[in-house]
Each structure stands twice: as structure tokens, then as C-alpha cells.
């Protein structure tokens, strides 16, 4: 079973950076499609970036252009590089696993870390 640990999490202001990372359990993970989501308080839980093991990248209207995700299979991680924060991307950040390919819909993942914090504020 695949098991994910994000870290990278924090506080940050308006305009700022900031890079997440997940790291996987197994040796086989570039066999699997990883995704991003987000979750802020009161708000359901929503896409942000996802890459398949072919290294395919989709991304959301709101990550378009200011996130990047990519990953390391070499060292079973993944990443999501965060730029131009704003203060609604304040949520917390979660990965996502599954068989080959990446997914917008979170109903798809059966594997999932426990959530880094992001929060965005002046």
C-alpha cells in the first residue's frame, strides 16, 4: 500500500513562494499518477495539479501559471512549487495516489498523505 508523507507547509505572504513535497513509501512509485488537492476550512476539497507516471501535467484554472508539479522517481517524491501566492490559496495541501495516470477528480485516488498547512497572509 502506498503510503505519502507531505512536508513544506507554512506561512507566507502575498507574492511569495513556497514548495511542498510528498514523499512515497514505495519503490514503485513511478508506476503511479500523483495529484494535488487542497482543502480550506468550510470548502470542499478541490484539484489543484496532477502528473501521471508519464509525466503528463494537468492543473487547475486557479494553479495555472503560478504552480508547477513535477517529482523525482529516483527519489519517490513529488513536488508542487507554489508561486505568486495569494491569500485564497490558504488551505491545506494534500497527495494523492493511483495506478498510472494523474486525475482531476479526488474520488479516483485511493491513496492519500495526511495534509501540510498553507497559509497565506500579509
Known amino acids: 500500500q502506498l503510503q505519502l508523507v507531505e512536508s513544506g507547509g507554512g506561512l507566507a505572504q502575498p507574492g511569495d513562494s513556497l514548495s511542498l513535497t510528498c514523499t512515497a513509501s514505495?519503490?514503485?512509485?513511478?508506476?503511479?499518477?500523483m495529484g494535488w488537492f487542497r482543502q480550506a476550512p468550510g470548502k470542499e476539497r478541490e484539484f489543484v495539479a496532477a502528473?501521471?507516471?508519464?509525466?503528463?501535467?494537468q492543473y487547475s484554472d486557479s494553479g495555472k501559471g503560478r504552480f508547477t508539479i513535477s517529482r523525482d522517481n529516483r527519489k519517490n517524491q513529488l513536488y508542487l512549487q507554489m508561486n505568486s501566492l495569494k491569500p485564497v490559496d490558504t488551505a491545506a495541501y494534500y497527495c494523492a495516489g493511483r495506478a498510472w495516470f494523474g486525475s482531476r477528480s479526488s474520488s479516483e485516488y485511493p491513496y492519500w498523505g495526511q495534509g501540510t498547512q498553507v497559509t497565506v497572509s500579509s
Open positions: 514505495e519503490n514503485t512509485f513511478l508506476n503511479y499518477g
Open positions: 502528473i501521471g507516471s508519464d509525466f503528463t501535467t
